[in-house]
């Protein structure tokens, strides 16, 4: 059983800073890509940022300049440290990757956390 645990979240004010973090544990091969969605009351869940294993990003124009994605691949972690937050920031925000869980030749599965609650106050 794979599970990707994030912690991080909470409330903080506008122009504030938070970091997130998500963890995957349990039995697995290796982790290609890896990335932090979110999604707001009423709104659609959206990408946020991604990483490769290699360490090749993609943003969200919404994140670009405030927010970078980093991991650890030898503690299959991924990181978001967000700056300059606002308010239209608030949402709950997933971890998500991409795992190989027995070995080459094996199929990829995608995995989710359970998400954790970002709330920038104004």
Known sequence: QVQLVESGGGLVQAGG???????????????NAMGWYRQAPGKQRELVAA???GGSTNYADSAKGRFTISRDNAK?????????????????????????RYGLGYPLDEYWGQGTQVTVSS
């Open 76 to 100: 299959n972690t991924v990181y978001l440290q967000m700056n300059s937050l606002k308010p239209e920031d608030t949402a709950v925000y997933y971890c998500n990757a991409d795992i190989v």
């Open 51 to 53: 990483i490769t294993r």
């Open 17 to 31: 800073s938070l970091r997130l973090s998500c963890a995957a544990s349990g039995s697995l091969f290796s982790i």
